[in-house]
């Protein structure tokens, strides 16, 4: 963005550029076996990831980032949907289960609709291999258009410590209550399978009051959150 920013201005052109992210996902490129090694065969099975809560903490920070910068990104198209790199797993004339990615993504889809406000959030960081300092928090806020509601979806990125979560939600006075609904999981390897396609789902935990102004949750380590606050009933 800040590219076509820079060639807008310098060029001085009215046109402004929006982006499309097309074909995103997490994909485990080592696992592939490469063009060279591939035979001739009817529906062979390539590319079938199968994805941990690792994976689903990704998928739904990735999600985060496409919220936040929806002023300009109005088009985000996972890669595939069933079998190759997708959130759905399938057997021939079998069953059919939801892969740990298919929860964010959902529930994203679901309640991401509405106006994506502004957010400054402050946390802890830790030192990356090849970025720097990360932040430990990622998050975003939705309101929806047709009402006061206010989605929150958040990461936790610390693998071993909760985080307490305090959002400053005076600017919104008619919120008073909400849902915290967690994907997360003590084995962050945890992966759903044919055999236990539930192994690892949304999970709801404490319910969220608003008190002065202010929404308090505790996140769970290595986990993608939804918090949904809306008025009293």
């Given at each position: 963005m800040a590219t076509c920013d820079h060639v807008r201005a310098v060029g001085r052109h009215r046109k402004r550029i929006n982006l499309a992210v097309d074909e995103w996902n997490v994909w485990y490129q080592q696992r592939?076996?490469?063009e060279e090694n591939l035979?001739?065969?009817?529906a062979p099975r390539l590319i079938e990831d199968t994805y941990s809560v690792v994976d689903a903490v990704v998928v739904g920070d990735l999600l985060i980032s496409l919220l936040r910068h929806?002023?300009?990104v109005k088009i985000g198209c996972l890669a595939q949907l069933v079998n190759v790199i997708a959130p759905i797993r399938s057997e021939p004339g079998g069953p059919a289960w939801r892969q740990t990615i298919f929860h964010p993504f959902a529930l994203t889809s679901r309640h991401g609709r509405g106006t994506v406000l502004r957010t400054e959030p402050t946390s802890p960081v830790y030192e990356s291999t090849t970025r720097g300092e990360v932040p430990v928090l990622d998050v975003v806020a939705v309101q929806a258009d047709e009402s006061d509601a206010v989605t929150l979806f958040a990461v936790n990125r610390d693998q071993q410590?909760?985080?307490a979560l305090d959002v400053d939600v005076r600017s919104c006075p008619g919120l008073a209550t909400g849902e915290h609904?967690?994907?997360h999981d003590q084995d962050p390897d945890a992966v759903n399978t044919a055999e236990q396609p539930d192994r690892v789902s949304p999970r709801r935990l404490?319910?969220?009051k608003v008190i002065d102004g202010h929404?308090?949750?505790v996140l769970p380590p290595l986990s993608w959150n939804m918090i949904r606050l809306r008025g009293a009933e």
């Open positions: 592939f076996a490469g035979e001739w065969g009817e929806a002023d300009r410590q909760e985080l609904i967690a994907v404490d319910d969220v929404a308090t949750a």
